[in-house]
């Protein structure tokens, strides 16, 4: 097979699946991962793909905001680990604040079953995971939906969910990110999600961010907080190990949480 057949071939796998892992692709194509590699190289060169560790990601514009439905799709199992570690760190009794996202709508469906926490949220998504009947249960969290207009990540925006929700104090924020970087931040490719974002962690006593290893190095547009703020990061063990010492450096704490093969 070529170069330019490999990568095609690359590039298809990629929009399919969300993400590609690079022992994955040396497998299906049959060549050595060092060749997987090189081919990554390449198309992050040409800005077809972000290359993280292990394997590579779609590539987005800054101002770019994938909708709910195909980032829900990604890094599932990642996903999970960390929600699964997040819910570890609900007491009962707290109120807690739930960012949009689809890392913290599996931290709602891990909490729905706790009915003495309340939960504010911004998230359509959160909420419907949180509240809905079909569920079955019948004793489920108090749960607040601040107002807002809609954006394609299902958050809730705009003054009406600023005001309401900085009418509330939280024990703990659980930030879903973009993206975040230890010179940049966290950041947000939707201007007024950011500035929410920014309301969500004024409220809270704790900070807690939950963002999968495809997160590291992702920079949107809009920066609402640098990573010192951050008391805790929760990622999965896709970070490499000389990426979590530079995280580790910048955040209260970081917890890696090990992703169920």
Same mark, same amino acid.
């Given at each position: 097979?070529?170069?330019?057949?490999?990568?095609?071939?690359?590039?298809?796998?990629?929009?399919?699946?969300?993400?590609?892992?690079?022992?994955?692709?040396?497998?299906?194509?049959?060549?050595?991962?060092?060749?997987?590699?090189?081919?990554?190289?390449?198309?992050?060169?040409?800005?077809?793909?972000?290359?993280?560790?292990?394997?590579?990601?779609?590539?987005?514009?800054?101002?770019?905001?994938?909708?709910?439905?195909?980032?829900?799709?990604?890094?599932?199992?990642?996903?999970?680990?960390?929600?699964?570690?997040?819910?570890?760190?609900?007491?009962?009794?707290?109120?807690?604040?739930?960012?949009?996202?689809?890392?913290?709508?599996?931290?709602?469906?891990?909490?729905?079953?706790?009915?003495?926490?309340?939960?504010?949220?911004?998230?359509?998504? @959160?909420?419907?995971?949180?509240?809905?009947?079909?569920?079955?249960?019948?004793?489920?969290?108090?749960?607040?939906?601040?107002?807002?207009?809609?954006?394609?990540?299902?958050?809730?925006?705009?003054?009406?969910?600023?005001?309401?929700?900085?009418?509330?104090?939280?024990?703990?924020?659980?930030?879903?990110?973009?993206?975040?970087?230890?010179?940049?931040?966290?950041?947000?490719?939707?201007?007024?999600?950011?500035?929410?974002?920014?309301?969500?962690?004024?409220?809270?006593?704790?900070?807690?961010?939950?963002?999968?290893?495809?997160?590291?190095?992702?920079?949107?547009?809009?920066?609402?907080?640098?990573?010192?703020?951050?008391?805790?990061?929760?990622?999965?063990?896709?970070?490499?190990?000389?990426?979590?010492? @530079? @995280?580790?450096?910048? @955040?209260?704490?970081?917890?890696?949480?090990?992703?169920?093969?």
């Amino acid at each position: 097979m070529l170069a330019a057949e490999r990568r095609a071939a690359i590039l298809r796998t990629l929009q399919a699946g969300g993400s590609v892992r690079v022992a994955d692709l040396a497998f299906d194509l049959d060549v050595s991962e060092m060749t997987v590699r090189r081919d990554l190289d390449s198309l992050d060169a040409q800005s077809l793909l972000r290359k993280v560790h292990g394997g590579a990601v779609p590539r987005h514009n800054r101002g770019e905001e994938p909708w709910s439905s195909v980032k829900a799709s990604q890094q599932r199992a990642e996903k999970a680990a960390i929600a699964r570690a997040a819910a570890g760190t609900v007491e009962d009794g707290m109120t807690i604040a739930l960012s949009a996202g689809t890392t913290t709508t599996e931290l709602a469906r891990l909490l729905r079953h706790r009915p003495s926490i309340t939960v504010i949220t911004n998230s359509l998504s @959160v909420f419907a995971a949180l509240t809905d009947p079909a569920g079955g249960d019948t004793a489920t969290p108090q749960t607040y939906l601040s107002g807002g207009v809609r954006t394609p990540s299902d958050a809730l925006v705009g003054p009406v969910a600023d005001t309401t929700i900085a009418s509330f104090r939280v024990d703990a924020t659980y930030l879903g990110v973009h993206g975040f970087d230890p010179r940049v931040g966290l950041t947000s490719p939707n201007v007024s999600e950011a500035q929410v974002n920014r309301t969500l962690i004024d409220i809270g006593a704790r900070l807690v961010v939950l963002a999968d290893h495809t997160k590291y190095g992702e920079i949107g547009t809009n920066v609402f907080a640098r990573l010192n703020r951050v008391d805790t990061l929760i990622v999965d063990d896709g970070l490499a190990e000389t990426d979590r010492a @530079v @995280v580790a450096a910048e @955040v209260g704490e970081l917890r890696v949480a090990d992703v169920v093969s």
